[in-house]
């Protein structure tokens, strides 16, 4: 997936820093909450209790000023291969996406969710997290956090998810599921009915899977802010290849395997290798929030 080299990447609801506010329970996504669910599977704990934490996690001031200084400096080319600049685009070019069909689709506005790129640990409405939490989207705040270090050292080093920045994007597209979730009132599902194939929490994962397919649907098509191209210039069968393998990767078959484990369908939360590549691949080739309807299908 590649960004137009002179797209305008100003602005953005993106910042490097802590968060903070009132406290709520924190979602993982497609990716979000994958060490944490490894690190539940090696001690032979329900990854479902384990939460984010209340007190610290004010993270470092010096690593919040280099993140914005970053942030600043991005530019379309720059998010062809550096990770935050990829983030920031992302972020933007889902705005442009859902800003567009979510009012055409469903007849409600999109609301941008922050984005708050950490390093170490942050604090959040959720409670303090650190990055073994992974990527995360937390609804009291309406905020995604993201640690750059995830997506080598984790999703492609340990798990075998591509090491395409296409990975990045699709991690970022995954958690903006869960912010649309949230606005529609479903995310609460997860902690409704927490473990199993077919779980709530199942279904509210692989239902983001499908609106993060939906963003990869429209996004070499939908005019950027203030132009009249896409701010996405290409997404090749190379691209969506690498999109399905990290899917694959974050299945909880794959992560059991992964981890020495047998494969145990009652504790899965985030749904196998199959069901992820099943929705991802349904919300990319029909394009429509009504076919991401996981809570209606057999599972």
Same mark, same amino acid.
Request: hydrophobic share 35%; proline share 4%.
């Given at each position: 997936?590649?960004?137009r080299?002179?797209?305008?990447? =100003?602005?953005? /609801?993106?910042?490097? @820093?802590?968060?903070?506010?009132r ?14 669910? #490894?690190?539940? #599977? ?11 934490? +209340?007190?610290? @996690? ?17 530019? @379309?080319?720059? *998010?062809? %291969? ?23 689709? %469903? ?8 984005? +708050? ?6 604090? %959040? ?11 995360? !989207? ?6 995604? !956090? ?18 395409? #920045?296409?990975? %990045?994007? !699709? ?8 912010? &649309? ?13 927490? $473990? ?10 692989? $239902?983001?899977?499908? !609106?993060? @397919? ?5 996004? +070499? +098509? ?9 701010l996405?210039? /290409? ?17 909880d078959d794959?992560?059991?395997? *992964? ?6 369908? =009652? /504790?899965?939360t985030?749904? =196998? ?25 057999? &599972?």
């Amino acid at each position: 997936m590649t960004f137009r080299k002179d797209a305008d990447l =100003s602005g953005g /609801s993106v910042s490097g @820093g802590r968060g903070g506010g009132r406290r709520g329970m924190a979602v993982g996504g497609g990716v979000g909450g994958i060490v944490v669910v #490894l690190v539940a #599977l090696f001690l032979g704990v329900d990854p479902g209790q384990l939460g984010l934490d +209340t007190g610290g @996690g004010q993270g470092d001031p010096q690593s919040q000023s280099r993140i914005d200084q970053r942030l600043e400096e991005c530019t @379309g080319e720059m *998010a062809n %291969t550096d990770t935050i600049c990829r983030i920031k685009a992302t972020t933007i070019s889902l705005e442009d996406v859902w800003g567009q069909q979510l009012p055409q689709q %469903t007849g409600m506005a999109w609301e941008q969710p922050h984005t +708050t790129i950490f390093e170490g640990s942050v604090s %959040t409405a959720c409670g303090a997290a650190s990055s073994d939490v992974g990527p995360f !989207y937390c609804p009291a705040d309406q905020d995604v !956090y993201m640690d750059p270090s995830f997506f080598d050292q984790v999703l492609a080093g340990q798990l075998g998810g591509s090491d395409d #920045l296409v990975a %990045t994007s !699709y991690v970022v597209a995954h958690e903006f599921g869960h912010h &649309l979730q949230n606005m529609f009132g479903d995310l609460r599902r997860s902690q409704q009915d927490p $473990q199993g194939p077919s779980s709530g929490a199942v279904r509210v994962e692989l $239902q983001a899977d499908c !609106y993060a @397919g939906i963003w990869f649907h429209y996004a +070499t +098509t939908t005019p950027a802010r203030g132009s009249q191209e896409p701010l996405v210039e /290409s997404l090749t069968e190379q691209h969506i290849d690498a999109i399905i393998q990290t899917a694959e990767a974050i299945g909880d078959d794959h992560i059991q395997k *992964a981890s020495g484990t047998r494969v145990d369908p =009652s /504790s899965w939360t985030h749904g =196998s290798s199959q069901m992820r590549r099943h929705w991802l691949v349904t919300g990319y080739e029909q394009g429509t929030v009504e076919a991401c309807d996981t809570f209606r299908a057999q &599972l």
